[in-house]
């Protein structure tokens, strides 16, 4: 009876239970009932969404508990965050990355969700392990364009917006400094075709990587490496994949590109592919255990999610 009751409750109150008597320690970190309880859990029990990858240091947010992770895959160190009092799940601006000046790791957010109002911005300093609201703001004339969570790019965390102050609206990309703590302007994007729209904002090694797509399985991908309005871009790709049966690009994700050409892009929660534009070919790979899947690139390196407190493992 009582590892029935146990294998219904959250992941977080079991964690809280190991310390109920050695009994339950033991019950709980046992491999076959971690099993069993993995098999109970839904869809609607999966909270945890990637906001984004610095350092080899991994960034998740706790969706109802509007808590964070930090954990670096190399050593398996992680740690649990304190949650922010003004984060919400629908937060319009979200991101994770490093001050060089303060030698400090930053997690980012909007404090205001609506989209026609001005948003402040929250930050956290993983140093102090602490929250502070800071007095910069985002304009309302500049509306979200594409996903809230921000790309990390030379100090700074970037997003594609529209720019609805001129009588015609203009794709822009804004940066936010994490040592200014100060939003600027920096790009536009790229002009492309009428019929293919942005889809999203990458980093393909040192470059800011934008890529477009339409109903028609066109999909363009453009690299910079400058900063500053006059910034240019370089088309890295331009190709269709209409004679792919069973796949359609629209708003499918590039994950990775291989020193050959091949882009891995992932499909849907059921697959990734290997994509090569050349000869219009490509390799299943498909996703086991699939629940909502999210992907980032890391690095690995030894650096703790803990900087100068005594680390832990969870």
Known sequence: MVIEILLRLPAKSLGRFKCVCKRWQSLISDRGFAKSHLERMDDSTWHLELVGSCDGLVCLSDMVYSGFVLYNLTTKEGRNLP??????????????????????????????????????????????????????????????????????????????????????????????????????????????????????????GANLFVYHGSYKDCFQAWITSEYGKGGSWTKLYNFTTEGISGYSFWRKIPVAYTRSGKIVFQVDVYRTIMFNPEDNTYKDYPIQHRHDVESTIYMETVISPYLDCEPSRI
């Open 83 to 204: 949650g922010s009092d003004h984060f919400r799940p629908d937060v319009f601006l979200l991101g994770f990355g490093y001050d060089s000046r303060s030698d400090d790791y930053k997690i980012v957010h909007s404090k205001e969700r609506n989209d026609f109002e001005d948003k402040m911005m929250v930050i956290f300093l993983l140093k102090s392990s602490s929250w502070r609201t800071t007095q910069t703001i985002l304009e309302s004339h500049l509306c979200l364009y594409g996903r809230g969570h921000g790309i990390y790019w030379k100090g700074a965390l970037h997003w594609c917006v529209l720019d609805r102050s001129k009588e015609k609206a203009e794709d822009v990309i804004i940066s936010f400094d994490l040592s200014e703590e100060k939003f600027q302007q920096i790009l536009w994007l790229p002009e492309v075709d009428g019929n293919i729209s942005f889809e999203g904002l990458e980093v393909h």
